[in-house]
C-alpha cells in the first residue's frame, strides 16, 4: 500500500481527501493534525517522514483566518510557508510527491480578467504573501511537486455557506458584497482533482477551483435558494462593507482562477459552482 502523510486532516480539505481516498484501496492515509505533526516543527516532520517513507505527502493544513493573519504576521509565515517548506524537504528526502495547497489570493484582483497560472503574482494581504512563500518554498525544496491554487473553498467545516445558513436563522436580510468576484469551490472537488493527479508525474502548479463565477452576493442569493430560505441579500461595495465592519484584510475583487493546466495537462473537469454547491445544501439538511 502507498502511504501518504494528510496535514491538517481536520480541516474543510483533509476531510474530503479522507472521503475520497479511503474508497482507494491501493492508499494507506497517515493522518495528522496539529496534536500529531505540528507542521512548523521540523524536526517532527522529518521524523515522522522517516518512518513512515510515504508516496505522497498532502499539506492540508494551513493558517487560513485571512484577518488573523493581518495581526499574527509571523504565525501565519511559520503555517503558511514554513510549514510547507518543512514538508518539502521531508518529501525530497524520502522521494515523495508534494501537494501544496495555495490560494486566488496570491493575486491582487485588481485586473478584470480571469488569471492563468503562469500570471504575475501581487499579494495584497499578509495571509496571500504568506500563502505565496509557501509557494516558493514548496519549489525550492521539493523535488516532485503539485501546486493547486484553489478558492472560495466549502465543505466540512466553517465556511461561507455555513455562516449565511446561520445568519438566515435570525434575520430577514443579510448584507453581502457584491463587487468581488470569485468561484466558489467545493472541497469534494479539490479532493478528486487532487486524487486524479496523486498517481501521475504532471507536476506543476495548476489552478483547481469550480468553472464559472459570481459575487459573493450571488452566491448567498444561491444558497438561499437552494435550502429555502426566504432570506433577501443586500448587496453593498467592498467600501460600504469596510464601514459596517472595519478591520477587514483585502481581498482581491476579480480573482476568478481560469484551470488552464488542468485543461492543457489533463482530461480531469471540475463541476460549474451552481452544480457543487446543490449536492453540499443536501448534506447539510
Ligand atoms: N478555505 C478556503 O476558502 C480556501 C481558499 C483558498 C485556498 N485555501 C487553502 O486550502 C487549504 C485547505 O484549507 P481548509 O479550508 O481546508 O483549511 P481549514 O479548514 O482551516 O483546515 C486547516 C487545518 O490545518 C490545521 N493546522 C493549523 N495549523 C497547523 C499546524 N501548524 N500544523 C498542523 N496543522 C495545522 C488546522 O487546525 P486548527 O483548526 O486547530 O488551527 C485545521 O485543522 C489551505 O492551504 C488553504 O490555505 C483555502
Partial sequence: MKKIIVTGCNGQLGRAINHVLTDQKEYDLVNTDVPELDITDIDKVMELAREVKPYAIINCAAMTNVNACETERDAAFRINAIGPRNLSIAAA????????ISTDYVFSGS??????EYDRVNPMSVYGTS?????????????KYFILRTAWMYGEGNNFVKTMLRLAETR??????KDQFGT??????????????LPTDNYGVF??????ECSWADFATEIFRLAG???KVQGVTTEEYDKIAPGQAHRPAFSVLDNYMFDMTTDFKFKPWEEAI???IKTLV
Fill in 93 to 100: 528526502e524520502t522521494g515523495a510527491k508534494m501537494f501544496q
Fill in 111 to 116: 485586473e478584470n480578467k480571469r488569471y492563468r
Fill in 131 to 143: 500563502k505565496l512563500q509557501g509557494e516558493y518554498m514548496v519549489k525550492d525544496f521539493a523535488g
Fill in 172 to 177: 430577514d436580510t443579510v448584507t453581502v458584497v
Fill in 184 to 197: 466558489p469551490t467545493y472541497s469534494m472537488e479539490l479532493a478528486r482533482a487532487i486524487a486524479y493527479l
Fill in 207 to 212: 489552478h483547481a477551483t469550480c468553472e464559472g
Fill in 229 to 231: 430560505k426566504s432570506t
Fill in 278 to 280: 446543490p449536492e453540499y
